[in-house]
């Protein structure tokens, strides 16, 4: 089982990661480009891809309910690791998982990985918002 690829019932394709070999990760742009990033991490940020825009709101109250957990891989020689587990934020924050239909019960989606890249915006949010109440403090 290819956990990095899956192809969906509707035929719609899912790449989680893939590696040149290089030491470069395979990225696809918001043009729908294939790029390569030696960072791992490529995101198309440009204000021209986007529509809707606002500010983010509750993001102290959403990092805060966020569980940072220590851990292994499994079946893997693996390091100490650091980040969230997909299961436990997906009750507090499910826009902030990648949640894909479960192999075993049809019609039924399973929290998978978690969207680091967007949590950057809730840390920003929740840093001004902890600066703001600061200041507001400083000044009584």
């Known amino acids: 089982?290819?956990?990095?690829?899956?192809?969906?019932?509707?035929?719609s394709a899912f790449l989680y990661t893939?590696?040149?070999?290089?030491?470069?990760?395979?990225?696809?742009?918001?043009?729908?480009?294939?790029?390569?990033?030696?960072?791992?991490?490529?995101?198309?940020?440009?204000?021209?891809y986007k529509q809707d825009i606002s500010p983010l709101?509750?993001?102290?109250?959403?990092?805060?309910?966020?569980?940072?957990?220590?851990?292994?891989?499994?079946?893997?020689?693996s390091v100490q690791r650091?980040?969230?587990i997909a299961e436990e934020l997906a009750l507090v924050a499910p826009q902030l998982v990648y949640s894909r239909p479960s192999p075993t019960i049809r019609g039924v989606l399973e929290p998978d990985s978690v969207y680091y890249i967007d949590i950057i915006?809730?840390?920003?949010?929740a840093i001004q918002q902890q600066s703001a109440r600061i200041v507001k403090l400083e000044g009584l």
């Open 57 to 77: 709101q509750d993001a102290l109250a959403t990092v805060l309910v966020m569980q940072p957990r220590s851990y292994q891989y499994k079946n893997r020689n």
């Open 1 to 11: 089982l290819n956990r990095n690829f899956m192809i969906d019932a509707s035929g």
């Open 121 to 125: 915006a809730y840390l920003i949010g």
């Open 18 to 48: 893939l590696n040149t070999g290089t030491g470069d990760d395979v990225c696809m742009s918001a043009s729908q480009e294939l790029t390569t990033s030696a960072t791992g991490t490529c995101v198309a940020s440009s204000g021209r």
């Open 82 to 84: 650091y980040g969230l």
